[in-house]
DNA sequence: GTGCCTCGAGTTCC
DNA sequence: CTCGAGGCAC
């Protein structure tokens, strides 16, 4: 302990003033360290001492709670607490890219986008192109040029707070000058090799866990909960994005990097300018020729549109921009031996086969298990019997070759037929369900077998209540899949079903064992649960609706339902109503699904129409009403035939029924709001396109649309606010001028939104 | 009827 | 993250 200069004074021994004074040099020593293991190449102080140093700051600040220092090291600003670190909203969500796996995909790209901008094939279009860091992305938050927050992805919408681990980072400048009001900067941490390879040495010298690749540790580091430890990690940072801004950075996004670099960011030095397809191929060949002798792993080049106002036309997919794209670099593949194939039950009843592998480290992680998505791609046909990879079947004790598909989830690529064993057989997938023993059945033009066990199979059961609190649904705080699992199986205090969950804490103060008697469990997290069970009670209708895990209807559509009909009333009447013309759908598309089997086996053509029409006159006649409230239904945007008669389905089964309205009863659901948009003169307004527009395309149009509030419809019906006709308008404009719905072209829809 | 595009449902490992 | 398929435009 020499290097710090405290020996034999222990903490016991200290009194007030000692303590201060001591704590105020141990805070200049451990600044002072930290500092110094960026900037310079011989740290100060050794590790060993380091960590004495933090021990003792600590132990004197345990002893003397009232003297603990407003910049004590144990207590940095943003710091996280001992329940994880806070989370941050993003202002502007932060995306993951779209990927392009070859040169082609690449140029389809390129395609689509002159496609959606409606430019020619030659008309010039440059990208820039970048090598793509294989890291973690965060975003930091500047106002008025000072560093307030650094935030990770999260799932895009809400990231950790991990503010004071990003200003341990030295190529995350403190402060900027010159930069507008607000600038939120975007790029990607990570860990040089040699770093690396000096941290794991490190690690395994002090008896610490190693890091698989560079990656996890750049992860492992930032995500520290003590950020001192995070100081001593050596990470760095390469600005390539921004989110929320005061003002425009640039017109285009390679001189919106070239500000970044100027405000102190480092930015790729590997960052062009590629003004047609073949110079981005050209890019992608340097770059990854060059990808052995870079210092840091990257895993493929990122191609955006420089043009930021042709950026702004392009937009968003629901999940990633149409202005970028990542190519990616072929995946690392490995060969081991296949010794399983489990199958798991999945909520919908979808049996799926995971391959049990010989564990084989593939792209710097040990993979034991894979996908092998379904019983033809096991068998070696896709849905429509056509073979892949060679029409080789996948066997039990097949030598197969795995790969880690968008370097995330492990696949069987290809099977060694050479070092098959003698005597194996095909993998008969099984036709029962493994776990409740109901009959599994694959229906026509299906590739996924289902179990028909419904709410009696218990994996269904308990993969449905793990998606009814999974986080886009009701989120409960500490009742995740485990505990899930865990009140499953209970004989004292079960959750069975969905409205259980609501009943716990009742049914828990009337038996003799107490949930806060158990293992595991105290009075206290007993009743955290407890507590946000009861801040659930109140939810909002889109979370309900998709919390009821009916199929083809995801978080997307549940939110386009709960839009439309606003409130839990409104909603189940309707579909309360629509059943009966449900019913009749279904009757029909039956019909049709075996006119098209017989007409195929008679070699001749099926008669579709008439089947459908006869079909539809011999069920019984369904009330008006139904029959309105199906169309109405079936006509909301991105809800069809088949998410209709799921939900009509579930809510006529009469044990799924009986199970929904115990839920609604033990629920307070709050109605959904119109999507006001502020200062929007469409928001909630529903909107048809038809004929030819000419200053935008369709999709854009749409896109626009949508982003100020409105709703896109396919055709025109007395639910329609507007219609937009442009050159060429046919049935849609007449039908509208009969229901005397308002219509504009598409300069006055231009001028109505602004952009005339 | 055909060809995008988006969404849902499945998946692994840390 | 990928695949399959539903939904919708052409």
């Not at 002090?206 to 492992?220: H, I, L, Q, S, V």
């Not at 978080?555 to 189940?572: I, N, Q, T």
Request: aromatic share 6%; with cysteine; net charge negative.
């Amino acid at each position: 302990m020499s290097e710090t200069g405290f020996e034999g004074i222990a903490v016991d021994a200290l009194d007030e003033a000692g303590a201060a004074a001591e704590l105020a040099r141990l805070a200049a020593l451990i600044h002072r360290a930290n500092t110094a293991y960026h900037t310079e190449d011989a740290p100060e102080i050794s590790d060993a001492a380091y960590d004495a140093a933090k021990a003792r700051n600590a132990a004197i600040e345990a002893r003397f709670p009232g003297l603990k220092r407003a910049d004590s090291p144990s207590d940095v600003v943003g710091a996280a607490t001992a329940e994880g670190f806070g989370k941050v909203t993003h202002a502007v969500r932060m995306l993951s890219l779209a990927n392009a796996f070859d040169a082609n995909e690449l140029a389809d790209f390129d395609a689509g986008v002159r496609n959606f901008l409606g430019l020619e094939k030659a008309a010039p279009l440059a990208y820039t192109g970048e090598p793509k860091i294989d890291g973690l992305s965060l975003s930091l938050r500047y106002e008025n040029g000072v560093l307030v927050q650094a935030a990770t992805r999260g799932d895009g919408e809400v990231g950790e707070n991990v503010t004071a681990n990003a200003r341990t980072i030295a190529e995350i400048p403190q402060e900027i000058a010159g930069a507008p009001a607000l600038l939120e900067v975007r790029g990607e941490v990570y860990m040089g090799h040699e770093d690396f390879a000096a941290l794991n040495a490190r690690q395994a010298a002090e008896g610490g866990k190693t890091f698989a690749n560079p990656r996890n540790a750049a992860a492992g580091s930032l995500r520290q909960l003590d950020a001192t430890i995070t100081a001593r990690r050596p990470l760095k940072f390469f600005a390539y994005a921004w989110g929320a801004l005061s003002e425009p950075l640039a017109e285009t996004q390679s001189e919106a990097i070239a500000r970044l670099h100027a405000f102190g960011f480092t930015t790729n030095p590997l960052t062009r300018r590629c003004e047609s397809l073949e110079e981005m191929r050209a890019h992608y060949a340097e770059i990854e020729a060059q990808r052995a002798t870079l210092p840091y792993d990257i895993d493929g080049v990122v191609f955006k549109v420089d043009d930021l106002a042709l950026q702004a036309r392009l937009g968003f997919r629901s999940t990633t921009p149409r202005w970028a794209i990542a190519h990616k670099f072929p995946a690392e593949k490995a060969w081991t031996c296949l010794e399983g194939i489990d199958i798991q039950v999945g909520r919908t009843g979808a049996l799926s086969p995971v391959a049990r592998l010989r564990p084989v480290t593939v792209g710097g992680v040990v993979v034991s298990n894979a996908t092998l998505h379904n019983e033809d791609y096991i068998a070696g046909r896709d849905s429509k019997g056509e073979p892949i990879r060679g029409g080789k079947d996948i066997r039990i004790g097949d030598w197969v070759e795995v790969y880690r598909a968008g370097d995330v989830i492990p696949k069987v690529a290809d099977v060694d037929l050479s070092k098959r064993p003698e005597g194996s057989e095909p993998y008969r997938f099984p036709e029962t369900c493994p776990d409740c023993g109901s009959e599994a059945v694959r229906e026509a033009g299906d590739s996924v077998r289902r179990c028909t066990g419904g709410l009696i199979c218990p994996a269904q059961a308990v993969e449905k209540l793990k998606h009814f609190v999974s986080r886009g649904a009701f989120d409960i705080e500490g009742l995740g899949a485990k505990q899930i699992e865990m009140f499953y199986a209970d004989e004292v205090l079960p959750i069975r079903e969905p409205a259980e969950i609501f009943t716990l804490q009742v049914r828990d103060a009337a038996t003799v064992s107490k949930l806060a008697n158990r293992d595991g469990w105290g009075e206290t997290s007993a009743r955290k649960l407890f507590a946000a069970i009861e801040e659930r009670r109140r939810i909002e209708l889109r979370r309900l609706i998709f919390a009821l895990g009916i199929r083809h209807v995801g978080e997307v559509v549940a939110g386009d339902l709960a839009r439309h009909y606003g409130s839990w009333a409104a909603f189940s009447h309707a579909v309360d109503l629509a059943g009966p013309a449900g019913q009749r759908h279904l009757a029909a598309e039956a019909a049709v699904r075996e006119e098209r089997e017989a007409a195929a086996a008679d070699g001749r053509r099926a008669r579709v129409s008439e089947t459908e029409a006869a079909a539809w006159a011999a069920e019984p006649a369904v009330p008006a009403e139904a029959k309105a409230a199906w169309d109405e239904l079936v006509g909301i945007d991105g809800i069809g035939a088949a998410a209709a008669t799921a939900l009509v389905a579930a809510f006529h089964q009469p044990a799924e029924r009986a199970s929904i309205d115990r839920l609604a009863g033990a629920l307070e659901v709050i109605d959904a709001a119109r999507p006001a948009t502020e200062g929007s003169p469409v928001a909630g307004k529903t909107l048809v396109f038809t004929g030819t527009l000419e200053k935008m395309t369709r999709a854009e149009a749409k896109a626009r649309a949508e982003a100020l509030g409105a709703k896109v419809a396919g055709s025109v019906s007395a639910k329609t606010d507007l219609l937009i006709a442009g050159p060429g308008a046919g049935s849609k404009a007449k039908k509208a001028a009969e229901l005397g719905v308002e219509t504009i072209d598409e300069d006055g829809w231009l001028a109505l939104i602004g952009e005339g």
